[in-house]
């Protein structure tokens, strides 16, 4: 679409592991973006990497805002200064485990955050916007692999604030049809952009496969804990599908021109993912063959919660938004171990 020149994109949580790399490809696609971050999962080196990455004349079509999306007054500045075409909204807190002994702080950041964003971008007749949905709103799927018209359910707090802002947005769009939302359902996001530059950077123990089994490999971490040794899978570990965040990134770019050309667009969701199932097992043989490294494992109890195998169905975003996942397991590997080995500490400069 070239038309997207100069088309002015709000990115909520743009300094985050998906935000930054989905930034990266907007400003490559002729985007202007502005990022709201409050920082709270993320830095600003982040978004100065990002500057890095796509140049000096790139950059000059970024800016950032240090806000919160639970001060109405930090997106209202945002929205009084200039005009946005569409908003891609990542802000949000997504730790599984915290939300279930902190569900208040799930749900008024979550909730209230998207609530204030929904009023402002009304107020200001801006009514695109790509939201950041889950896999985890198919629970524990009876069924494999998740069609988009699958029940929905919530197994957690954090899961629950997915499944309520996917009711606000269809709720929304049902009284004023004149929106336009598109909810992508990312499956388990992973990798890095291929510079290794950019990449996630979780603060604390990991409590993502991913992140953890790259922490064991630069000494971080002594050992991966597998959780779930009997479940009924080809070698008894659990089964993700896995995508890449670089992937997942151009899925917003494809999603973006579903709403700017598709007034019939309503209020829509998508899986974001490869279609492809891996064990836990596979992973870490496929993260041991990248990185050379060897991953030491410590076969343990399944994590309370957790399904047997989950992967979707990606019909539905290929036929609609011609959207399909490039990367399998290696390069996801392969970038993941080059983020993590130049940047062993993440974005900190030292310990
Ligand atoms: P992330 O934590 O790296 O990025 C989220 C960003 O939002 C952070 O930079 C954080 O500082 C910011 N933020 C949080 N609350 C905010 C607020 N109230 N105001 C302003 N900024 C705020 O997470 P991510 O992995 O990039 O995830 C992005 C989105 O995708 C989230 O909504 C998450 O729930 C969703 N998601 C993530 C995954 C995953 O495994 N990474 C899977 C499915 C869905
Ligand atoms: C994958 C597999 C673990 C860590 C979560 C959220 C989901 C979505 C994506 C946001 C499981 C096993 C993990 C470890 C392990 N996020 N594992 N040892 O649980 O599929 O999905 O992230 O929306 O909502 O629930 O991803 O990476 O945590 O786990 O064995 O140290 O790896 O048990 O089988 P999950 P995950």
């Known amino acids: 679409m070239g038309s997207s020149v100069e088309q002015n994109i709000l ?10 790399h989905t930034v990266v490809q907007l400003l490559k696609e002729g985007f202007k973006v502005s990022i709201i971050d409050n920082l709270d999962n993320s830095v600003i080196e982040a978004v100065d990497r990002v500057r890095e990455l796509v ?5 000059k079509k970024l800016e950032f805002t240090q806000g919160d999306l639970r001060n109405k007054g930090d997106i209202e500045k945002l929205f009084s200064k200039q005009r946005f075409d569409a908003v891609i909204h990542f802000a949000g807190l997504k730790a599984v485990g915290e939300s279930v002994g902190n569900p208040r702080r799930y ?12 009023e402002t971008m009304a107020k200001h007749n801006c009514k695109m916007m790509v939201f950041s ?8 799927p009876e069924k494999i692999p998740c069609m988009e018209d699958f029940e929905l359910k919530a197994m957690n707090p954090y899961g629950r604030t997915k499944l309520f802002l996917e009711e606000i947005a269809r709720d929304i769009q049902a009284a004023e049809p004149e929106w336009r939302i598109v909810l992508l359902r990312y ?3 992973v990798g890095a952009h291929e510079s290794g530059r950019i990449g996630e950077d979780p603060k604390g123990i990991p409590n993502n496969l991913m992140p953890y089994i790259q922490q064991v490999a630069v000494g971080r971490l002594p050992e991966l804990n597998v959780y779930g040794h009997d479940y ?3 070698d008894g570990s659990a089964v993700r599908d896995y995508i890449h965040v670089m992937d997942l990134a151009d899925g917003h770019i494809a999603a973006l021109r579903k709403l700017f050309d598709d007034p019939k667009i309503g209020c829509t969701a998508y899986n974001l993912g490869t279609g492809r199932g891996t064990s836990v097992l596979e992973m870490v043989a496929a993260f041991e063959k990248a990185s050379g490294k060897k991953i030491p494992i410590k076969l343990c109890p399944r994590r309370l919660g957790d399904a047997t195998a989950v992967y979707a169905s990606t019909e539905k975003a290929e036929k609609e938004l011609g959207w399909k996942a490039k990367y399998g397991v290696e390069e996801m590997c392969r970038d993941q171990w080059n983020w993590a080995n130049n940047n062993p500490w993440g974005y900190q ?3």
């Open 11 to 20: 990115v909520t949580g743009g300094a985050g592991f998906i935000g930054t």
């Open 55 to 59: 140049g000096p004349d790139l950059s």
């Open 107 to 118: 749900f008024d950041n979550n909730l209230v955050g998207t609530i204030n964003l929904y």
């Open 133 to 140: 949905s889950s896999a985890t709103v198919y629970g524990q």
């Open 187 to 189: 499956f388990n996001p």
């Open 232 to 234: 009924p899978t080809e």
């Open 349 to 351: 400069k030292k310990l």
